[in-house]
């Protein structure tokens, strides 16, 4: 029945034909231990609170390119499924502001962002330097 609590509980037997009432339902759960499974809402990903080497801000807030593919931005986010976490690198051309390359994944690894990137290269083809 997957992680049910006790108004999901009720309604369930309910629409299996059995005539039972909420409070019942809840009292019962409660005095035999059971309770639905919550689900962790939050994810820590990211310790900012490291000794590793920062790469310099060449952006320094000027999010207005003057033409396509000069300047990209990306994140990386993660998605609650029925399956588990996925985690999504998304690669965002500022100019038009368009996403060019992502990527989803299982795991949050260097192949994640590789993908994301090879993604909007291939697709977008900057000139070198750009």
């Known amino acids: 029945m997957g992680e049910y609590g006790w108004p999901r509980m009720h309604k369930e037997l309910v629409a299996r034909g059995i005539r039972v009432g909420k409070e019942r339902v809840r009292r019962l759960m409660q005095q035999h231990g059971i309770h639905a499974r919550t689900k962790h809402k939050f994810v820590v990903t990211a310790d900012s609170r490291h000794s590793l080497p920062v790469a310099p801000d060449l952006v320094q807030r000027r999010f207005t390119p003057e033409a396509p593919n ?45 993908d994301a990137l090879a993604m909007a290269w291939w697709r977008r083809r900057p000139p070198p330097g750009g």
């Open 70 to 114: 000069r300047l990209w931005s990306g994140d990386i986010t993660y998605i609650a499924t029925d399956e588990g976490w996925l985690y999504l690198a998304a690669l965002i051309d500022l100019f038009a502001r368009q996403v060019v390359g992502w990527s989803l994944q299982e795991r949050m690894h260097t192949g994640l962002l590789k």
